[in-house]
């Protein structure tokens, strides 16, 4: 190894024939949503899937046997779900439509302190500097109505992300100018706006997974802010094709993009601000990409 030199220092990138066996043989299929899945959340336990879908439908899974536990309608298209991260959590957000619904699903033995803590939460419709307000409602579930927070926003919210401990969260309204980042806490039921401009549509935002940045993709760049010092910290240049999608490694030092370009860049945050890998192995636009917890 010559340390002069420091492509000797980073790890040889595998060749896709190294990288076998894939999954060749389909092992499950889950049946039910009428029209295109739009978002899929893994629960932290592994035992459950969460889907979203064009039928207005979130739709709770049981991954090894492919079982619908329970499924639940709205009014418009489900733009993203996410289950709460905490181990034990049966809580979920799902964005459709202006709105972002907190809801309980009954997976484990937390599910009646999560709705005694919905319905203990605060509204702020009669708060004018709150960015959004919060009111607690009913969904309509095939098992039976439940109770759910509801976070209305001014502008269409596409994307949804918890912060690892599982009471903050954001919300990501593409067409919302300066209100299109809210940052919200469950405990107080509150929401704030981070940034007073945003330059350029934002497409995704994501917690750090251990320490206080956080990361805004545009369609052109990836934006980290340092939440400690209120200071922007990096800027992540993605090339020529509009980001759609964005992920962080748990250790926090790597983050993949995907894009219209069909390419997913992958960046060291340790390395360098410009992609440490380009990786073309796709043949149409990329919606979505993520990394193995």
């Given at each position: 190894?010559?340390?002069?030199?420091?492509?000797?220092?980073?790890?040889?990138?595998?060749?896709?024939?190294?990288?076998?066996?894939?999954?060749?043989?389909?092992?499950?299929?889950?049946?039910?949503?009428?029209?295109?899945?739009?978002?899929?959340?893994?629960?932290?336990?592994?035992?459950?899937?969460?889907?979203?879908?064009?039928?207005?439908?979130?739709?709770?899974?049981?991954?090894?046997?492919?079982?619908?536990?329970?499924?639940?309608?709205?009014?418009?298209?489900?733009?993203?779900?996410?289950?709460?991260?905490?181990?034990?959590?049966?809580?979920?957000?799902?964005?459709?439509?202006?709105?972002?619904?907190?809801?309980?699903?009954?997976?484990?033995?937390?599910?009646?302190?999560?709705?005694?803590?919905?319905?203990?939460?605060?509204?702020?419709?009669?708060?004018?500097?709150?960015?959004?307000?919060?009111?607690?409602?009913?969904?309509?579930?095939?098992?039976?109505?439940?109770?759910?927070?509801?976070?209305?926003?001014?502008?269409?919210?596409?994307?949804?992300?918890?912060?690892?401990?599982?009471?903050?969260?954001?919300?990501v309204c593409p067409k919302?100018?300066?209100?299109?980042?809210?940052?919200?806490?469950?405990?107080?039921?509150?929401?704030?706006?981070?940034?007073?401009?945003?330059?350029?549509?934002?497409?995704?935002a994501l917690f750090h997974?251990?320490?206080?940045?956080?990361?805004?993709?545009?369609?052109?760049?990836?934006?980290?802010?340092?939440?400690?010092?209120?200071?922007?910290?990096?800027?992540?240049?993605?090339?020529?094709?509009?980001?759609?999608?964005?992920?962080?490694?748990?250790s926090g030092d790597h983050?993949?993009?995907?894009?219209?370009?069909?390419?997913?860049?992958?960046?060291?945050?340790?390395?360098?601000?410009?992609?440490?890998?380009?990786?073309?192995?796709?043949?149409?636009?990329?919606?979505?990409?993520?990394?193995?917890?």
């Amino acid at each position: 190894m010559d340390i002069s030199d420091p492509e000797s220092l980073v790890p040889k990138w595998p060749k896709p024939k190294e990288l076998q066996p894939f999954p060749t043989i389909l092992s499950i299929t889950y049946l039910g949503h009428s029209s295109k899945v739009t978002s899929l959340s893994v629960h932290a336990s592994g035992q459950w899937l969460l889907s979203g879908s064009r039928d207005g439908t979130v739709k709770v899974w049981e991954v090894k046997s492919g079982r619908c536990i329970e499924t639940w309608t709205f009014d418009t298209t489900i733009h993203r779900v996410a289950w709460c991260p905490k181990g034990m959590s049966s809580l979920f957000a799902a964005a459709t439509g202006k709105t972002l619904f907190l809801v309980p699903a009954k997976v484990n033995k937390t599910f009646s302190d999560t709705i005694e803590m919905l319905e203990a939460t605060k509204s702020t419709d009669d708060d004018e500097n709150s960015p959004a307000s919060w009111s607690v409602t009913e969904v309509k579930s095939s098992l039976h109505n439940t109770v759910a927070v509801t976070i209305s926003h001014a502008f269409e919210v596409t994307d949804v992300s918890w912060h690892n401990a599982g009471d903050y969260f954001c919300s990501v309204c593409p067409k919302g100018n300066t209100k299109a980042v809210l940052v919200h806490q469950l405990s107080k039921g509150s929401s704030q706006n981070p940034f007073r401009k945003n330059r350029g549509i934002v497409t995704r935002a994501l917690f750090h997974p251990s320490k206080p940045f956080f990361f805004v993709a545009t369609q052109q760049a990836v934006r980290i802010y340092n939440l400690a010092k209120q200071s922007l910290a990096k800027k992540l240049v993605s090339g020529s094709g509009v980001i759609t999608s964005m992920s962080i490694h748990p250790s926090g030092d790597h983050v993949i993009l995907g894009g219209e370009d069909r390419r997913v860049c992958w960046y060291d945050l340790d390395l360098s601000t410009k992609p440490y890998k380009a990786l073309r192995y796709h043949e149409k636009a990329i919606r979505s990409v993520c990394f193995h917890p």
